[in-house]
């Protein structure tokens, strides 16, 4: 078993910065020593999104973004070990998961593009790098995605309570942990994203902090049940989705069928649609006596108290007060996984991604001892 202290390294579908964490791992527990969050600059994150969203590009785009975020992840790993005071000899491996730009799940030739120049990350901080978490898995027929489930199993899964798992980054996952039954889970589509997308449109805001905004709009009954009936809301598990489907041009889609709803109404009906395709996948899957929200949207109270009304009987509650942050929860989740990897364990869970078999994740990235250089 290769314990030792990890560090994972995340960036998600929200763009709004690079996680970091440091965490003592064993085959037993996982706790987090330090966290960070690194900025996102601007104009890589507008390379990004222009990426993911499907604009026409050029192979050496490609190659020049592989590059900066290979190098940007390593600066952010360094600025951590900085703030924690502790060596790079003393890390056994980071758990790199790079920045998804596009994602395929479905078909003979799926695959996930992840970048960020993994040889980077172990040239800046001499240290073994684990990357490219979700291509085996969809080698062997899985959707590579989600992975953080078997994590969620690892560390919050109980003998008899029926427990679930919600991130809320800019998509959500559910992770459903009831016990007796192989852990499920799956994407249940948007979760910050077009918030994030409308806000910044009309406000000028990255995100709608506290769901202030919201607040102020109504629900527009028909535009909600127009985005409702998206085929992705109905398909079964193994499902996953990103950026690519869930996007500017799919609202405006929606929106053109429907012409002069206020703004604040289009925000207030956009966290309805999060809430709902949340809920509604909670109460299919029987529900649950606890659900546990990690990911940004944990900080929304807008939808942490719509999700608390549309599932009455089910401790709403934040990951926070179990425990992990819901903020670190990803990165820790990468950590353990190169954990796995180097101890030549599996790290995938065919019953959530629908791959044919348990497998190794990941390419290893090694670096020479010390004192080599
Ligand atoms: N105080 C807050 N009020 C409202 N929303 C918030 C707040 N803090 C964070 N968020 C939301 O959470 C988002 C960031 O979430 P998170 O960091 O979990 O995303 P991510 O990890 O990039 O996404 P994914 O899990 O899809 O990869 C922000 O873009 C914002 O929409
Ligand atoms: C392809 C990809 O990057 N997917 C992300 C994204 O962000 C949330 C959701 O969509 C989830 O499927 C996944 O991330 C988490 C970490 C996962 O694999 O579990």
Partial sequence: MKSGRYIGVMSGTSLDGIDVVLAAIDERMVAQQASYSHPMPIPIKEDILAMCQGQQTTLSAVGRLD??????????????????????????????????????????????????????????????????FRRRDMAYGGQGAPLVPAFHQALLAHPTERRMVLNIGGIANLSLLLPGIAVRGFDTGPGNMLLDTWVWRHRAQPYDKGGQWAMEGRVCLPLLQ?????????????????????????????????????????MATLVELTVTTICEQVLLAGGCER?????????????????????????????????????????????????????GQPGNLPSVTGARCETLLGGIYPVLPLGHR
Avoid at 88 to 99: D, M, S, V, Y
Avoid at 112 to 129: K, Y
Avoid at 308 to 337: K, R
């Fill in 67 to 132: 590059a900066q975020l290979g190098t940007l992840f390593g600066e952010a790993v360094m600025t951590l070990l900085k703030q924690a005071d502790v060596p790079a000899h003393a890390i056994t491996a980071i758990g790199c998961h790079g920045q998804t730009v596009w994602h395929e799940p479905e078909g003979e030739m799926r695959f996930s593009m992840q970048l960020g120049d993994n040889n980077r990350v172990a040239a800046l901080t001499n240290i073994t790098t684990v990357g490219d």
């Fill in 226 to 266: 127009r985005m409702l009936a998206d085929p992705y809301f109905v398909l079964p598990a193994p499902k996953s989705t990103g950026r690519e489907y869930f996007n500017a041009r799919w609202l405006d889609q929606q929106l053109a069928t429907l012409p002069g709803i206020s703004p604040v109404d289009v």
């Fill in 291 to 343: 659900l546990l929200v990690c990911g940004g949207g944990a900080r929304n109270p807008l939808l942490m108290a719509r999700m608390s009304a549309l599932l009455p009987g089910i401790e709403v509650a934040s990951t926070d007060s179990f425990g992990v942050s819901g903020d670190d929860m990803e990165a820790l989740a990468f950590a353990w996984l190169a954990f796995r990897t180097l101890s």
